[in-house]
């Protein structure tokens, strides 16, 4: 039907271009031209207002105006289709992907695209993991999908969206709404849905953590105490480059570390090896790569593997362990 539509609006303007030119030429007898009379019915409906190729008597003008009338209502049938048109294509697209969202399984899900949710949505962009980002706003939603990325435009607090998004087919969710109030109650409608998924929250307030962790969350976190934690930690102690921590959602127990640590002003580690820093047995931690003066990453570095202080060295371990072992570098 939309295909005859556009046809039959082609048709339209042909015939209009026609009859528009064969009355001017008429009209305009013995004066116009053939060219005359088309180049007069082209600037009539595009409006251009050039002039008349040559002086309209009353007929002429009369003709004129009813070639406006009919043009102008052609227009606006023309642009009412191409929105029609726009609005399918859209409307395709939307199917497209929410088809291939409800053959997602074991994926991830982020409720809400703030700087948070943009900043995880990019890692797990980059690790080529399955997600699904739930977003209202309307430029988000649009920023989305020009990146590439699967996205559901809707409420996340309201029960249809959760389910669009296959909340019980997904194995972990981070909830990072505006609000501690809002990211409670996603909490805790997702875990109503799902009771095995890893679900981390953010919040605001530290007094809504545990909140938050009744609620349902497996992890909570709150970016201004961490950011705070790690601009407080790198101003005490310069030589602690960078830090990650690994968390498992099983196993609360297991909480590993791994710091990246210049060895500039260590000058007790120059030219040693890794097997005689006797990391392991004094504080339980290990080197697991190297960064050298060039930038030139080694991972799993050989035991005989000789120190110097431009190395940088990633050292892992048990949180607390590797807490003590940076005392050591005051």
Known sequence: MA????????????????????????????????????????????TVGYGEVQPLGESGKIWAILVIIFGVSGIGVLFTTLREEIMQIDQYKKRKIM??????????????????????????????????????????????????????????TKEETLQAARIEHAKGAAVVLDTDQDNLFVTMSIRTYNPDLFLLSRCAVEDNKEKLIRAGADKVVNPYTAGGHRMAEMLTKPQVEDSVSITTPKYDNIDLSVDEISLEHLIKFDGVKIKDTKLREEFNVLIVGIINDNGQATMNPDPETVLTTSDTVLIMGDTGKLSQFKETLS
């Not at 015939?15 to 005359?36: C, E, H, R």
């Not at 980002?133 to 809707?154: F, L, P, T």
């Open 3 to 46: 295909g005859n539509k556009k046809i039959y609006i082609l048709i339209y303007f042909f015939l209009l271009l026609f009859i528009g030119s064969y009355g001017f030429y008429i009209i305009g007898q013995p004066d116009w031209t053939v060219i005359d009379s088309i180049y007069m019915t082209i600037i009539t409906l595009a």
């Open 99 to 156: 088809k291939k969202i409800s053959k997602f399984k074991n994926h991830l899900i982020i409720c809400g695209y703030g700087r948070m949710g943009a900043v995880i949505a990019r890692e797990l962009t980059e690790k080529n993991l399955y997600f699904i980002i739930i977003e209202q706003n309307a430029d988000k939603i649009e920023d989305i999908r020009q990146k590439g990325m699967y996205c559901i435009h809707g409420d996340v």
